[in-house]
Structures are given as structure tokens and as C-alpha cells.
Nanobody
Framework: QVRLAESGGASVQFGESLRLSCTAS????????VAWYRQAPGKERELVAS??????TNYADSVKGRFTMSRDIRNTAYLQMNSLEPEDTAVYYC?????????WGQGTQVTVSS
């Protein structure tokens, strides 16, 4: 069974940075797409950033220029978040597409205070 585990969430102040990690139970290159989603209280889950197996990335307009997605050569994807704003407060989830299936992690909480 494929597993994803997020880590790195924390409570920070406006303007600070965090790096989230998504560690998979197999090579990160096994997945067609790896993505980060977030869900704020009372809101729907939204796509934040994604990366294809070939390394192409896409970002939500709200995080462009502040967030960067990357991966290592083994089994971890990252989301570097700079210039954090209170509006970034949410549970962040890692998602990966393997064949016809999508796998989710358990989520990690990011809280940004002003």
C-alpha cells in the first residue's frame, strides 16, 4: 500500500517561512503527478502546487512567487513557503497520482498569525 506522510507544519508569524515535506513509501518519480493541496476552516480543499514526473510545476495564483515546489532524488517532495500570510492558514495535504489511483497524506497544519 502506497503511503504519503506530510511534515513541517507549524505556527508562524506573518512574513516568515516554512518548508513542508511529503515523504512517500516509494520513489517520488513513481508518481505521474505530486501535488500540494490545502483546506482552510469552512472552505473547500484547493490545489496549491503540483509537479509532474518530468518536473513541470504549476502554482495557484495566490501563492505564485512565494511558494516553490521541489523534490529530492529519493522519495520526498517539498513545498517551500515564503512570505507567509494569515490567508495561508490551513491544513496542507500531499497528493500523488499512481496509475489510476490518487493517494493522500494525513495533512499537516500551518497557522500564520498577523
Amino acid at each position: 500500500q502506497v503511503r504519503l506522510a506530510e511534515s513541517g507544519g507549524a505556527s508562524v508569524q506573518f512574513g516568515e517561512s516554512l518548508r513542508l515535506s511529503c515523504t512517500a513509501s516509494l520513489s517520488i518519480f513513481s508518481f505521474k503527478v505530486v501535488a500540494w493541496y490545502r483546506q482552510a476552516p469552512g472552505k473547500e480543499r484547493e490545489l496549491v502546487a503540483s509537479m509532474t514526473a518530468g518536473g513541470s510545476t504549476n502554482y495557484a495564483d495566490s501563492v505564485k512567487g512565494r511558494f516553490t515546489m521541489s523534490r529530492d532524488i529519493r522519495n520526498t517532495a517539498y513545498l517551500q513557503m515564503n512570505s507567509l500570510e494569515p490567508e495561508d492558514t490551513a491544513v496542507y495535504y500531499c497528493n500523488a497520482v499512481l496509475g489510476a489511483n490518487a493517494v493522500w497524506g494525513q495533512g499537516t497544519q500551518v497557522t500564520v498569525s498577523s
